[in-house]
T-cell receptor, first 114, second 117 residues
Framework: SQTIHQWPATLVQPVGSPLSLECTVE??????LYWYRQAAGRGLQLLFY??????ISSEVPQNLSASRPQDRQFILSSKKLLLSDSGFYLC?????????????FGSGTQLSVL | AQKVTQAQTEISVVEKEDVTLDCVYE???????LFWYKQPPSGELVFLIR??????QNEISGRYSWNFQKSTSSFNFTITASQVVDSAVYFC??????????????FGQGTTLQVKP
């Protein structure tokens, strides 16, 4: 069976510090991978998606970036965090070529930038 | 452009009451898929249902039921005899066939349901 792992679960970082959130998927190959952000009291906003290694599409201009160094690994990064980067970050995957199937979500990372 | 609207920000009911969560969507695509997800306090989104645009049959799963009406572009979710464990944020979402292989799901803002004992 497939599983998705996301870490850390919580993170408190000062403004201007770097960020690295990691997500890995097991039990499948060449998944579509996604990073969503959920600001407090708001819906989910798609940040990045990837349909293959090294292929990253950005949905929202910001100081965040994403990378996919391996087939089942998706990393969200920032060189310098802003206060506005606080939120709940969710990684998700779906089977390649299956655009209409449900997304499988990780357990999320609560990021607080102080 | 595609859009999903969940006008109810918060709903509070007493246990055993029925509750309906509204979802209205906008899309220009004739082929699309609608979803409902549940986000309990733990944070992880849990898939509840997927419905394609060619299937307007209502669906029932235990205490959950969904009413899909293309004429009003709505995909409403009803919980019958609500329980405290139903307390969560519920998201309606849409994906268009025109999104290709990207799998870009567009979410509504979510409805927070509180079920009081």
């Amino acid at each position: 069976s497939q599983t998705i792992h996301q870490w850390p679960a919580t993170l408190v970082q000062p403004v201007g510090s770097p960020l690295s959130l990691e997500c890995t998927v097991e039990g499948t190959s060449n998944p579509n991978l996604y990073w969503y952000r959920q600001a407090a009291g708001r819906g989910l906003q798609l940040l990045f998606y990837s349909v293959g290694i090294g292929q990253i599409s950005s949905e929202v201009p910001q100081n965040l970036s994403a990378s996919r160094p391996q087939d089942r690994q998706f990393i969200l990064s920032s060189k310098k965090l802003l206060l506005s980067d606080s939120g709940f970050y969710l990684c998700a995957w779906t089977r390649t070529g299956q655009y209409n199937e449900k997304l499988f979500f990780g357990s999320g990372t609560q990021l607080s930038v102080l | 452009a595609q859009k999903v609207t969940q006008a109810q920000t918060e709903i509070s009911v007493v246990e055993k009451e029925d509750v309906t969560l509204d979802c209205v969507y906008e899309t220009r695509d004739t082929t699309y898929y609608l979803f409902w997800y549940k986000q309990p306090p733990s944070g992880e989104l849990v898939f509840l249902i997927r419905r394609n645009s060619f299937d307007e049959q209502n669906e029932i799963s235990g205490r959950y039921s969904w009413n899909f009406q293309k004429s009003t572009s709505s995909f409403n979710f009803t919980i019958t005899a609500s329980q405290v464990v139903d307390s969560a944020v519920y998201f309606c979402a849409l994906i268009e066939h025109g999104s290709g292989n990207t799998g870009k799901l567009i979410f509504g803002q979510g409805t927070t349901l509180q079920v009081k004992p």
